[in-house]
């Protein structure tokens, strides 16, 4: 049974960071395109971020970009996402999620398969 755990969440302050990991049991990551998901409370999950099976393409969502990276270690069946600078916006539940790979670069859509999720506050 495919199945995805997020880990690495808690507390940070302002300007911190944080990874996040994503590991998967029951499945060969490395075939499946990985997506990085948050929801805040009353608002609408946003993609956050995304990496090809192969690691060669990755996507950012604006309100992330040069503050998060995301990696993956095949060999581990694991993806991370390494978050710096953190801000207060930032605090959401993060998912992982994943689909099976079907064109070289990932996308933020189309995802069939999620993990339970991890909290992130950022807070003083």
């Known amino acids: 049974q495919l199945q995805l755990v997020e880990s690495g969440g808690g507390l940070v302050q302002p300007g911190g960071s944080l990874r996040l990991s994503c590991a998967a049991s029951?499945?060969?990551?490395?075939?499946?395109?990985i997506g990085w998901f948050r929801q805040a409370p009353g608002k609408e999950r946003e993609g956050v971020s995304c990496?090809?099976?192969?690691?060669?393409?990755?996507n950012f969502a604006d309100s992330v970009k040069d503050r998060f990276t995301i990696s993956r270690d095949n060999a581990k069946n694991t993806v991370y996402l390494q978050m710096n600078s953190l801000k207060p916006e930032d605090t959401a539940v993060y998912y992982c999620?994943?689909?099976?790979?079907?064109?070289?670069?990932?996308?933020?859509?189309?995802?069939?398969?999620w993990g339970q999720g991890t909290q992130v506050t950022v807070s003083s």
């Open positions: 999620a994943a689909k099976p790979s079907v064109r070289a670069m990932c996308a933020l859509w189309g995802y069939n398969a």
């Open positions: 990496i090809s099976r192969s690691g060669g393409s990755t």
């Open positions: 029951g499945f060969t990551l490395s075939i499946y395109d």
